[in-house]
């Protein structure tokens, strides 16, 4: 993929850790992926690879939608919780998660932020009720290809009227994965208004591969 960072070739660490990242063609690699690398995830995403996704969207969606504490956040595909974290730095303060593994969960819990986490596969129905959150955000989870624009209605589904859709998609998955199409389908529909789409990077330097997304549900 176009935004595969180039490794020192000391840091065998890393250069394991991108070799399995980029393989993962399905559910379950990415829940063995996972499962390995959850200990190490925020040291090889961040410190590694200056992985600066869940801050970018954090602060592009907290342009549309100030830091609340009253609102309830729903973190799709939460990992060990990197996006929940800057959402918290810029204001709000009620958080669940999804994640399809343990391990990530198990990290994610320690920070101490989540009011509740949940182990679930998005590409299935998700096990929670309409209208249920005033934001929901996702970061990194459309970006390998495992998952595709199929979690969409369901995402729109928990989404609270008024309430807010952010997330980053690959530029490569944008049409290749449905993404466009479903999001054009949602506005011809009206069940979604863009409020910003915006190119960025998913890693500090290595381009502008990272489409960050920004919808709101109509009242």
């Known amino acids: ?11 065998r660490h890393s250069n394991e850790f991108l070799q399995q990242a980029y393989a993962l063609h399905d559910l379950q ?11 190490d995830y925020d040291t090889e995403m961040e410190g590694q690879l200056r992985y600066v996704a869940p801050r970018l969207l954090a602060e592009i969606l907290s342009e549309h939608a ?22 918290r730095e810029l204001g709000y303060a009620l958080f669940d998660g999804i994640d399809i593994t343990k391990e990530m969960l198990d990290r994610a819990r ?13 590409t299935k129905p998700i096990a929670l009720k309409d ?7 996702s970061s990194g989870t459309f970006t390998l290809g495992h998952v595709d624009s199929q979690p969409l ?12 859709l952010a997330c980053t998609v690959h530029k490569d998955l944008w049409e ?28 500090e330097g ?13 009242g």
């Open 110 to 122: 320690e920070r101490g932020i989540y009011r509740a986490l949940h182990e679930a596969d998005i």
């Open 153 to 164: 209605p369901e995402l729109l589904r928990v989404l609270k009227p008024n309430g807010y």
């Open 1 to 11: 993929m176009s935004d595969r960072p180039s490794k020192n070739p000391d840091s």
């Open 176 to 203: 290749a994965q449905g993404f466009r199409g479903q999001f054009e389908q949602f506005a011809d529909d009206g069940a979604l208004v863009e409020r910003e789409f915006r190119r960025g990077e998913f890693f």
């Open 29 to 39: 690699q990415a829940r063995q992926f996972y499962e390995r690398w959850a200990r």
């Open 206 to 218: 290595l381009g502008e591969t990272a489409l960050y997304c920004i919808y709101q549900k109509p």
């Open 131 to 137: 209208a249920q959150y005033d934001v929901v955000v």
């Open 66 to 87: 100030p830091g609340d504490a009253t609102a309830e956040v729903l973190d799709v595909g939460c990992g060990t919780g990197l996006t929940s974290h800057y959402l």
